[in-house]
């Protein structure tokens, strides 16, 4: 029997790699068809969207929204993966800074800014992941990048001898790290600075609320059906029936209310059948990924 498609939202514990809930739920589901959209640190906790089936192909989209995350960035202490499963190679007395030097760091490092990924991250440099060649003594030199950091709240401070704990609330764009806002937050004030704690409590419109743990899954394999999915996912277009056999076969239809690169939009036959997910360009909707059998 052919695995359901949809998407699961899950709340990814510690300690587990993103790749390591995929391996769970393909034995959940019975398929190897799945994925996820945006990867989340083994320290990190909270939402991971896993697509199954036909409904990877909507997991590159998502994987571009807006996140939310709340964080403990502990400052006083660099490591070197900007988080606390990786050694610290620099301290310095933070208890003494002012909350008022904290905020105004802080409010640097919010808008749109360039921001160079950690060493120990998982992007590609000449085909190979950059956390191996850090392991490996041969951290790599990552460009800069731009992403956009819309809100960066301060929530809480605690001062624990030379250390200064800083809890926050992130709300950015895809591609941001929130290891790299710490270490950059640290070195700002020159004092060094690293994760404790991070949870991602939103990944576009799934939120933390509506996420399940592993076991909670176990017991019962709760997924969002492909068409709900992409309709909470995405603005919504209905097709008449000439339209959808159009769409169906990869044909493109006149533009009708798409935004001209604001994103996909779902595209949904008479039935309520997903048919595609739809792009804006020059005057015209054409299929990005075709869902229709």
């Known amino acids: 029997m052919t695995a359901a498609s949809g998407l699961i939202i899950v709340d990814k514990p510690s300690g587990l790699t993103s790749h390591d809930v995929v391996g769970r739920i393909r034995g959940l589901a019975g398929t190897r068809r799945v994925g996820h959209a945006g990867t989340l640190d083994p320290m990190a906790t909270g939402v991971l969207v896993i697509g199954v089936q036909k409904a990877t192909r909507l997991l590159g989209y998502l994987a571009?929204?807006?996140?939310?995350?709340?964080?403990?960035?502990?400052?006083?202490?660099?490591?070197?993966?900007?988080?606390?499963?990786?050694?610290?190679?620099?301290?310095?007395p933070a208890a003494a800074l002012a909350d008022a030097a904290v905020s105004a760091a802080i409010a640097v490092l919010t808008g749109e800014i360039q921001q160079v990924p950690p060493g120990?991250?998982?992007?590609?440099?000449?085909?190979?992941?950059?956390?191996?060649?850090?392991?490996?003594?041969?951290?790599?030199?990552?460009?800069?990048?731009?992403?956009?950091?819309?809100?960066?709240?301060?929530?809480?401070?605690?001062r624990r001898g030379d250390l200064l704990d800083v809890d926050v609330a992130v709300t950015c764009s895809s591609g941001t790290y929130i290891r790299a806002l710490a270490r950059d937050l640290g070195a700002a004030l020159g004092v060094g600075?690293?994760?404790?704690?991070?949870?991602?409590?939103?990944?576009?419109p799934y939120r933390a609320a509506a996420a399940a743990t592993l076991d909670e899954l176990a017991a019962d394999l709760r997924m969002i059906p492909l068409a709900a999915a992409a309709a909470q996912a995405f603005p919504r277009r209905d097709l008449t029936e000439p339209e959808t056999r159009l769409v169906a076969h990869g044909g493109r239809l006149p533009a009708a209310g798409e935004p001209a690169g604001g994103g996909p939009v779902a595209a949904f036959g008479p039935d309520g059948t997903?048919?595609?997910?739809?792009?804006?360009?020059a005057g015209q909707a054409r299929p990005l990924a075709v869902f229709a059998d």
């Open 64 to 92: 571009l929204t807006e996140k939310d995350y709340v964080a403990t960035i502990r400052l006083g202490q660099a490591t070197d993966t900007d988080d606390a499963d990786g050694q610290v190679v620099a301290a310095a």
């Open 120 to 158: 120990y991250s998982a992007i590609k440099v000449g085909g190979e992941r950059a956390y191996r060649m850090a392991r490996a003594g041969a951290a790599p030199e990552l460009a800069p990048r731009t992403v956009t950091v819309l809100a960066f709240t301060v929530t809480d401070l605690r």
């Open 193 to 204: 600075g690293h994760l404790t704690a991070l949870r991602r409590t939103r990944v576009g």
């Open 274 to 281: 997903l048919i595609a997910l739809l792009a804006q360009e």
